[in-house]
């Protein structure tokens, strides 16, 4: 998996932008594609901020969120139960 940019040079980017160059030679000074200059003028512009979004799943209990007391109990009482077990 990729790794978000810095914050510096998500900031350099959007500068260089709004000082007036191109965002594709915005992009070519910064060594990064002509979209992610496009993508960070855009968020610049809508959040009034660089900063990349949270990655990864929302936060929250899923599927099992509802049960989670119930599974932890059973793993407490029986730390090595196994899953067969835990699903009866």
Do not use: C, H, N, W
């Not at 980017?13 to 855009?42: E, H, M, Y």
């Not at 990349?52 to 936060?59: E, K």
């Not at 899923?62 to 009866?88: C, F, N």
């Amino acid at each position: 998996m990729s790794r978000a940019y810095s914050l510096d040079l998500r900031q350099r980017i959007v500068d260089a932008i709004s000082q007036g160059k191109s965002r594709r030679a915005a992009a070519a000074a910064f060594k990064v594609s002509p979209a992610t200059a496009v993508r960070l003028k855009q968020r610049s512009d809508r959040t009034g901020s660089v900063e990349p979004s949270r990655r990864g799943r929302p936060s929250g209990g899923g599927k099992l969120g509802p049960y989670r007391e119930g599974i932890m109990a059973k793993v407490e009482a029986q730390p090595d139960i196994t899953m067969p077990d835990l699903a009866m």
